[in-house]
């Protein structure tokens, strides 16, 4: 089945700065990587995602990236401000029942 | 996203008791899926159903039940033979075809 790794699992930038979260799979069927936002004790919230056959994605100031050669895929997010806050899910699919989800990154943006 | 609502937010469980956490969607979505967080985990599949009285085994389904006899509803049932209940339920559901999913706003489970 698929694995997916995703670093760090804590990022501090200070605001203003970019935040960059790396995701790594293993299997080269999935074709479909979005990303979620959670917030304490919240639902994840799709904020992005990228399909398989695009290298990169932006909606304003976030940003995913992939690779496919390298089975990879990474979230950018520019000009962080503190409700940025919150944990991060990357995932990989490549059918819709088939979701796998990496193990989080808390993001915290200090004023 | 706002279309899928779960109950209760909290739902404390005894020993050796059944408990039923509801998911309800008014999005018309035909899939329905049941996810468990731990703290420090990913969300990991429970069940999953893409089509009304039919569904699979996720990954870690022993000690769960589930049913879809609507469309809208997909109940799960967290039965005693569960050690380790205790975590933050997540339903998601889904169009058909389509990947993207959707989250309620989740049950959290304790156990007494």
């Known amino acids: 089945g698929e694995n997916v790794e995703q670093h760090p699992s804590t990022l501090s930038v200070q605001e203003g700065d970019s935040a960059v979260i790396k995701c790594t799979y293993s299997d080269s069927a999935s074709n479909y990587f979005p990303w979620y936002k959670q917030e304490l004790g919240k639902r994840p919230q799709l904020i992005i995602d990228i399909r398989s056959n695009v290298g990169e994605k932006k909606d304003q100031r976030i940003a995913v990236t992939l690779n496919k050669t390298a089975k990879h895929f990474s979230l950018h997010i520019t000009e962080t401000q503190p409700e940025d806050s919150a944990v991060y899910f990357c995932a990989a699919s490549n059918a819709p029942s088939e979701f796998y989800f990496g193990t989080g990154t808390s993001l915290t943006v200090i004023p | 996203d706002g279309g899928i609502t779960q109950s209760p937010k909290y739902l404390f469980r005894k020993e050796g008791q059944n408990v039923t956490l509801s998911c309800e969607q008014n999005?018309?979505?035909?899939?329905m899926y049941w996810y468990r967080q731990d703290p420090g985990q990913g969300l990991r599949l429970i069940y999953y159903?893409?089509?009304?009285?039919?569904?699979q085994k996720g990954d870690i389904a022993e000690g769960y039940s589930v049913s879809r006899e609507k469309k809208e509803s997909f109940p799960l049932t967290v039965t005693s033979a569960q050690k380790n209940p205790t975590a933050f339920y997540l339903c998601?559901?889904?169009?058909?075809?389509?990947?993207?999913?959707?989250f309620g706003p989740g049950t959290r489970l304790l156990v007494l």
């Open positions: 159903s893409q089509i009304v009285n039919d569904f």
């Open positions: 998601a559901s889904s169009t058909q075809g389509t990947e993207t999913q959707y």
């Open positions: 999005l018309n979505h035909d899939a």
